[in-house]
């Protein structure tokens, strides 16, 4: 931990909704049966991860879980990777996200709220989102969709994208979705190793102000998947009339018919989706969760650490494309509302989203570090221009958040709302480390590691380290680490992704610090760290310092390996509007890194280009670009279709060092 930071929170929990949470009444529990003191949260942290078997168990009858066979053992085998968890259960994901209609309370309260870019709502109650997916379940089973079959969706963020994944769920079919900003061909790449039966596909979506008609990659996609037997147009722009997708059933059709809920009730590892890895370097891995394990790792996330529930609303910036469309989708099963949102995040204008949070009276949103940076930049002010009473929880991830986004938060939006980063990943579809409503926040830090997660940052000799950078590693299992990636013979890249390092422990590629307080941070990738000289950097120090100067829009830090035994330490720049990349501005830059990060990480030269390339999650491409300095290939560093901008990273290639 350096020597500036800071030794006072900046949000510390309010002790009346500190004693109203239900993590509060959880921690009571969890100490009436143990026996044992938890005055604290990293007293029942402790014993969360100490007894994995007694922590799961609570927390399946904490949320009263539905299944039929006795949930005794939580955990029957403890190995990595293969851990058997409540082997004598089964049950069904979507029959707890909308048992919540059952209650009178609720049923005719608003269940969904549907957002699109040009401002058009459209809300789905309790009652309505059961009956239709209790429709399109149905239809689907007439079409002979059956437990284990895939169905996928290469749809926007709205309310058909939902109700397809609970039908399927309903089934115990496997779902698997992207959104339409993929080509049919990026599409095809990962769809097609799933050897789906039917696609949920809609006629375009808008981004920016503009309208983008993918009734062509629809058509494309569908012609690499001989195994689909029905494609469902969803007419989401309104283009059907112009000519449907041929041989497509109208969206409207499969929701017609009335029919009662059904529920295929099966065991803990059954999948229940599967998740794409980004794809950058070869074909996208197909991670693949199962039923139980994620309903007990989001009823953990949402009900305990973000304190959700019914009255208490859940709107999380995302697209089909990442994990977090999966968790908010998961705002169903503690019976909160969840907000959809299709659209750029800045249009009309840099408060888009602020904007929906005060209309919609939301308690939690989550976005990127990067809109956080975005609205400081833009000079926003949302607490003092909109509503936002309702706001408690701002979840943060993606990539670490810097601590001026802390001072930003607690000034411009309210000293009174929790910034709550987190760090996890598509790999567990869950958190590692966050908040929770009664952890402390400090700028610029993780509160602490997670409920159930044995978190720990490890040296290159396996020993934990406190103070210091070291490799992130889980040592006991999650519910939530894949049942397996798809397609994956003897789980050889399942088994090559987390577990070559260290046998046994999960190693997730990131550098983490644990601190003497026993919060946490994440300093980017072990695989791009920056190493000059033997000492270590991650990229995100080098981050926060750049991205804080004004006349920097977005910054990308390369420390390059050669082949002639150099290293070279590079800084690429995106400059705002009208700013040219001068001898005094590259001075300001590299003395406020000697300043604010390290003498050793002043970057070698400083390059100003057009754009940053990242991932379609947003996380910035720091590997494919230094395989490319280093002399790798285009082609080979990254695929197309995983990333946002090919031409920007196309344009890294003029700084090519040597070839491979």
């Known amino acids: 931990m350096s020597a500036d930071t800071p030794s006072a929170p900046i949000w510390e929990p309010n002790p009346a909704a500190a004693a109203d949470a239900a993590i509060t009444r959880f921690a009571a529990l969890a100490a009436e049966r143990s026996g044992r003191l938890v005055a604290d949260y990293r007293d029942l942290h402790a014993w969360s991860v100490e007894d994995l078997d007694g922590f799961w168990s609570l927390v399946w009858d904490f949320f009263e879980v539905q299944a039929d066979g006795d949930p005794a053992p939580a955990l029957a085998d403890e190995r990595m990777p293969g851990a058997t968890w409540f082997p004598n259960v089964r049950l069904n994901y979507a029959e707890h996200a909308l048992r919540h209609a059952d209650?009178?309370?609720?049923?005719?309260?608003?269940?969904?709220?549907s957002i699109g870019e040009a401002g058009d709502v459209d809300r789905t109650t309790w009652r309505e989102l059961r009956a239709q997916v209790a429709a399109l379940t149905a239809w689907l089973r007439e079409r002979g969709v059956g437990p284990g079959d895939r169905v996928i969706g290469y749809l926007p963020n709205t309310t058909p994208a939902l109700v397809s994944f609970l039908a399927t769920a309903s089934i115990g079919a496997v779902w698997s979705a992207c959104a339409q900003d993929y080509s049919g061909t990026g599409a095809a790449n990962r769809f097609a190793q799933l050897e789906p039966t039917v696609l949920f596909a809609a006629d375009g979506y808008r981004w920016n102000g503009r309208v983008h008609d993918r009734r062509p990659e629809v058509a494309e996609l569908r012609r690499a998947l001989p195994s689909l037997r029905v494609t469902v147009e969803v007419s989401n722009l309104g283009l059907s009339a112009d000519g449907?997708?041929?041989?497509?059933?109208?969206?409207?059709?499969?929701?017609?018919?009335?029919?009662?809920?059904?529920?295929?009730r099966v065991s803990f590892d059954t999948p229940l989706w599967v998740l794409f890895s980004s794809g950058t370097t070869g074909l996208p891995k197909g991670i693949t969760h199962g039923h139980g394990g994620v309903l007990l790792e989001h009823l953990k996330t949402l009900g305990l650490h973000m304190d959700l529930g019914p009255g208490r609303s859940l709107f999380w910036y995302t697209s089909t494309n990442w994990m977090m469309w999966n968790l908010v989708?998961?705002?169903?099963?503690?019976?909160?509302?969840?907000?959809?949102?299709?659209?750029?995040?800045?249009?009309?204008?840099?408060?888009?989203?602020?904007?929906?949070?005060?209309e919609e009276q939301t308690a939690v949103l989550g976005v990127s570090p990067g809109y956080l940076l975005g609205s400081a930049q833009a000079d926003l002010w949302p607490g003092r221009d909109l509503d936002l009473t309702s706001?408690?929880?701002?979840?943060?991830?993606?990539?670490?958040?810097?601590?001026?986004?802390?001072?930003?938060?607690?000034?411009?939006?309210?000293?009174?709302?929790?910034?709550?980063?987190?760090?996890?990943?598509?790999?567990?579809?869950?958190?590692?480390?966050?908040?929770?409503?009664?952890?402390?926040?400090?700028?610029?830090?993780?509160?602490?590691?997670?409920?159930?997660?044995?978190?720990?940052?490890?040296d290159t000799q396996g020993r934990p380290v406190i103070g210091e950078v070291g490799e992130l590693v889980v040592t006991r299992p999650m519910p939530s680490m894949p049942v397996r990636f798809w397609n994956d013979p003897c789980d050889k890249r399942y088994l090559d992704s987390y577990f070559s390092t260290y046998p046994g422990v999960w190693r997730h590629g990131d550098w983490m610090e644990v601190t003497e307080r026993g919060s946490l941070v994440v300093s980017g990738r072990s695989d791009s760290t920056l190493n000059r000289h033997g000492v270590r950097l991650g990229s995100a120090d080098i981050y926060a310092i750049v991205d804080q100067i004004p006349e920097v829009r977005e910054s990308l830090v390369i420390g390059a390996e050669l082949h002639d035994g150099g290293y070279w330490l590079a800084l690429f720049v995106v400059l705002t509007d009208g700013v040219d990349l001068t001898g005094d501005l590259t001075a300001a830059i590299t003395t406020a890194i000697r300043n604010g990060a390290s003498p050793r990480h002043v970057p070698d030269d400083v390059i100003d280009v057009p754009a940053i390339p990242h991932t379609r999650t947003g996380k910035k491409l720091e590997v494919p670009v230094k395989r490319l300095i280093q002399g790798h290939p285009l082609d080979k560093v990254a695929s197309r279709d995983a990333v946002d901008d090919h031409d920007a990273l196309a344009h890294f290639q003029k700084y090519r060092k040597s070839d491979q």
């Open 103 to 113: 209650d009178p309370a609720l049923a005719d309260t608003v269940a969904v709220t």
């Open 329 to 358: 989708a998961s705002g169903l099963l503690v019976g909160s509302p969840i907000v959809l949102y299709d659209g750029s995040p800045t249009h009309p204008g840099p408060d888009r989203l602020w904007r929906i949070v005060s």
């Open 244 to 264: 449907r997708l041929d041989g497509a059933v109208p969206w409207e059709e499969t929701i017609a018919a009335p029919a009662e809920p059904s529920y295929q």
């Open 391 to 458: 706001l408690r929880t701002i979840g943060a991830t993606g990539a670490p958040v810097t601590a001026a986004a802390y001072y930003w938060v607690a000034e411009r939006v309210s000293p009174s709302v929790q910034l709550a980063s987190s760090t996890g990943g598509t790999d567990v579809v869950a958190g590692f480390a966050g908040s929770a409503p009664t952890t402390p926040v400090w700028p610029g830090e993780i509160s602490a590691p997670n409920l159930g997660v044995a978190l720990e940052s490890w």
